[in-house]
């Protein structure tokens, strides 16, 4: 190479590397540590968070639990996919004690939630919550404590095999409600019907055509006061809370008749 | 028409016939969310559109450009037959077919997760097999203009390398290291997840992958139009180029700091610390550096062809321009909205300023001022250019090429414009509708409205480009000559290596990546617990 080319290597090179330098000390050292207010140890340690190193929140601040049990079910849209048949013949036989409330093959007229057909994740999740205690129940608490990760499984397995069939309350829906449809964009409502069913429906939301009216309001209700709170997101908190009275009747209507 | 001809015009003609379908969507998205329609009632609808238009526009259409383009470029600037036909051949098979393949998930609501992935959400694996093979299909075009660039040098050694060879290659080397980004994330973190292999994805760091990409791939798109002000312009207006080695220095410049400056993309995502953010928004700063160093140049240029026309006074030679020429035309309207976009960027890039417009309606307008205005507008200036020597038959409707440009960058103003203003009232982005009778948002109805305008002139203008273009192929033949690329006013007898090739600038461009990359891809790898459920939207 002539020296020619070695001028225009050092000095590209060295113009690339002072800029680097440069934008280095003013992002990592002069902004972070110039800060007014800032909360830093010393100047390794403002250089370590620009550089976005995971750290520990300082011992003076302690970490601010939820005053109730949150659930503990980290949900994923394969986690139950593939259920084999003695999965569901074992929830069969399992959900023998289920049928005083949920009727002899997922449906009923006790204002419970109708199972037959739901999705296994939403039943896995809401047995695990009750067992944990994410969930309260004075009736499902006892009857979950007792059951292993498997027969829950094996629960859900049975329930999303069964067909869903017109529940009692079904009839003509009429067109989905726009609380349902579009929800309220400007209030941050999704609509409900892009996880539950009518739009989409998404991994561990449940489904809701043919549920109960009075089960669903009951439900809102209790979101939107905060007495539910295993949606570990909170997002069906968020949701009710924004909700009118009126919007809630509506979508529990629309979906109790849902067929 | 000879093999390699019937090559580049199938490059043209799948680009362009994907870039109509995706016009006709985006003129649909924009009417279905405004005032003048009611609610979409599913906005899975819109969603699938949204995809359908941003793949199409962002992967197809540009990097077929960019093919078809760069292998006219590499048999007319180098003066002979393109080394690799067949492979051209296999690589154009490969982006149709990948075309194909991502579209039909799409079509069939299997993959509304939009262009740019957004993981967790998780689509059809098909949709991702699809984009990885146009993008397998484009590096065969970055190893083509490579080993045809080294040939020629090898048989021509000591002698500069044309001008658009050399800006072509820069554009090519650029894509290949970029897209690595992209790969990356969808070899190691989408496909598994989509094939069912996994069931969760680190969001944060797939993210960090495709801003690898997402910002270079802009400068990618904007390669020939780049080329096409360099080296088309001065000689269609009867002008000279004014700096040959002012044009290598701004496509080194694009090399070397295009592409370690994406996490400007990234300003508000917690992932990557606040330091690298600021190391990428200064190089950002300095991308501009050959936005400018252009503007100059070929403001240069044009004013030697004004003067060389008899043009006289200090802005008096404005006049003397060919105006009537579609290059010119096109060439201004390019420079007006580049003037825009560009200044809106400078606001997207400051880290501060950038959280007033963060996902707002703003950033629409931004790249589609850039992106769908300077860019595009030249594409359709190099299709009228290359047309006649591509089909060997006249392309003679000037008047309907003029009324084509006007309409398009009369179109594009009227949509981003509006876009821009939306956006600083805090419209969102990437919404199916909004509620305009909320107090709060019935401003943004009358703007909102004016916009929907815009598209529907842009529709039409899009039409008037493939009639051109198609009549273009039904012209009687004629003997369109030899084409030729610009001149410069001094041409270049010996460069210096620096100025002649790639290797240091490549160097440095993988340098800058290790060093504004390296640490937080890595932080991110070794950091336990930052994988998240993935959201399947019809990949179930």
């Known amino acids: 190479m002539s020296r020619h080319v070695d001028r225009w290597v050092t000095s590209s090179v ?84 289920c049928t005083m409330c949920h009727g002899a093959r997922g449906m009923s007229l006790a204002n419970t939630p109708n199972l037959a057909g739901q999705d ?73 019907g892009a996880c539950h069913g009518t739009l989409d429906s998404k991994a561990g939301a449940g489904w809701l055509s043919g549920q109960p009216v009075v089960y669903l309001r009951a439900q809102l209700d209790a979101f939107a006061s905060g007495a539910r709170h295993n949606d570990i997101g909170e997002q069906m908190r968020n949701v009710a809370r924004g909700l009118t009275h009126e919007e809630i009747g509506v979508a529990a209507e629309y979906y109790a008749k849902l067929q | 028409m000879s093999n390699s001809r019937r090559m580049i015009l199938a490059h043209f003609w799948l680009a362009f016939a994907g870039f109509g379908a995706a016009l006709l969507l985006g003129a649909w998205q924009m009417f279905i969310r405004s005032p003048l329609s009611s609610w979409i009632g599913d906005p899975e609808l819109y969603y699938r559109s949204v995809t359908a238009h941003g793949t199409t526009m962002a992967y197809v259409l540009p990097t077929l450009v960019a093919m078809g383009f760069g292998y006219f470029v590499a048999e007319t600037a180098l003066q002979r037959p393109l080394i690799g036909l067949r492979w051209a051949w296999l690589g154009f098979a490969l982006a149709a077919v990948g075309t194909v393949t991502a579209v039909v998930p799409i079509a069939l609501g299997r993959a509304s997760v939009l262009y740019t992935f957004y993981p967790p959400m998780i689509g059809s694996a098909f949709y991702y097999i699809g984009v990885v093979l146009v993008v397998v299909g484009s590096w065969i075009w970055v190893a083509l203009m490579s080993v045809n660039l080294y040939s020629w ?49 680190d ?46 220095l701004a496509f080194i410049l694009f090399l070397v700091v295009a592409m370690p400056i994406g996490a400007h993309h990234l300003f508000e995502d917690p992932q990557v610390g606040s330091g690298f953010k600021f190391v990428h928004s200064t190089f950002t700063a300095l991308v501009s550096l050959p936005t400018l160093l252009t503007v100059f140049t070929i ?16 802005l008096g030679w404005l006049g003397a321009l060919p105006w009537d020429n579609p290059v010119m035309l096109g060439t201004a309207f390019s420079f007006i ?65 003029r009324l084509q440009l006007w309409t398009w960058f009369i179109g594009m103003i009227v949509v981003t414009f509006p876009w821009h203003y939306v956006g600083l009232l805090g419209m969102p982005r990437r919404m199916a509708y909004y509620d305009y009778n909320d107090p709060m948002l019935a401003g943004q109805a009358a703007p909102v409205i004016m916009s929907v305008i815009g598209g529907a002139i842009l529709l039409v203008s899009g039409a008037l480009f493939l009639i051109v273009l198609a009549r273009g192929q039904r012209a009687p033949r004629i003997e369109p000559g030899t084409y030729r690329f610009s ?22 461009m993988v340098a800058l990546t290790i060093v504004n990359y390296g640490f937080p891809i890595v932080h991110l790898m070794a950091t336990p617990g930052t994988e998240v459920p993935a959201v399947l939207i019809g990949a179930g």
């Open chain 1, 14 to 97: 060295a113009i690339t590397a002072a800029i680097f330098v440069a934008a280095a000390i003013i992002g990592f050292a002069l902004l972070p540590w110039g800060q007014p207010g800032h909360r830093f140890t010393g100047l390794w340690d403002a250089i370590c968070s620009a550089a976005g190193l995971v750290r520990a929140s300082p011992a003076s601040e302690p970490v601010v639990q939820p005053g109730y049990q949150m659930t503990s079910v980290v949900v994923t849209p394969q986690m139950l996919s593939g259920a084999s048949a003695e999965s569901i013949g074992r929830g069969a036989t399992l959900a023998l004690r």
């Open chain 1, 120 to 192: 296994p994740i939403a039943i896995y999740k809401q047995l695990a919550d009750f067992q944990t205690g994410a969930r309260k129940n004075a009736i499902m608490a006892p009857v979950a404590v007792g059951l292993s990760d498997s027969d829950m499984r094996d629960l859900a397995a049975y329930y999303a095999y069964l067909p869903r069939v017109a529940a009692e309350a079904s009839g003509p829906a009429g067109a989905p409600p726009q609380i349902v449809a579009n929800g309220a964009p400007v209030r941050s409502v999704a609509p409900c």
């Open chain 2, 153 to 201: 040098k090898r048989d021509n050694p000591g002698r500069p390398v044309p001008f658009a060879m050399f800006a072509t290659v820069a554009g090519s080397y650029l894509w290949g290291w970029t897209a690595v980004g992209a790969a990356l994330e969808l070899l190691f973190q989408i496909i598994p997840v989509a094939l069912g292999w996994r069931s969760t994805i």
């Open chain 2, 203 to 248: 969001a944060g760091l797939a993210r960090v992958f495709f801003s690898w990409t997402l910002h270079a791939i802009v400068y990618f798109w904007l390669m020939p139009t780049y080329i096409a002000y360099y080296t088309i312009l001065p000689r269609a207006i009867g002008g000279r180029l004014y700096s040959d080695w002012m044009g290598r």
């Open chain 2, 299 to 314: 403001c240069a240029s044009v004013e030697i062809a004004a003067r060389l026309r008899g043009g006289k006074g200090l």
């Open chain 2, 337 to 401: 909205m580049l003037g825009f976009g560009g200044a809106g960027g400078l606001i997207n890039m400051s880290y501060q300023l950038d959280a007033t417009v963060h996902n707002t309606q703003w950033i629409t307008g931004h790249f589609h001022l850039i992106f769908g205005g300077a860019i595009v507008i030249m594409y359709f200036v190099i299709a009228y250019d290359v047309w006649p020597h591509l089909t060997g038959r006249a392309l003679a409707s000037f008047g309907l090429m």
């Open chain 2, 487 to 508: 001149v410069a006013a001094h041409p270049p007898q010996r460069l210096p290596a620096a100025l002649n090739g790639f290797g240091l600038w490549l160097a440095l």
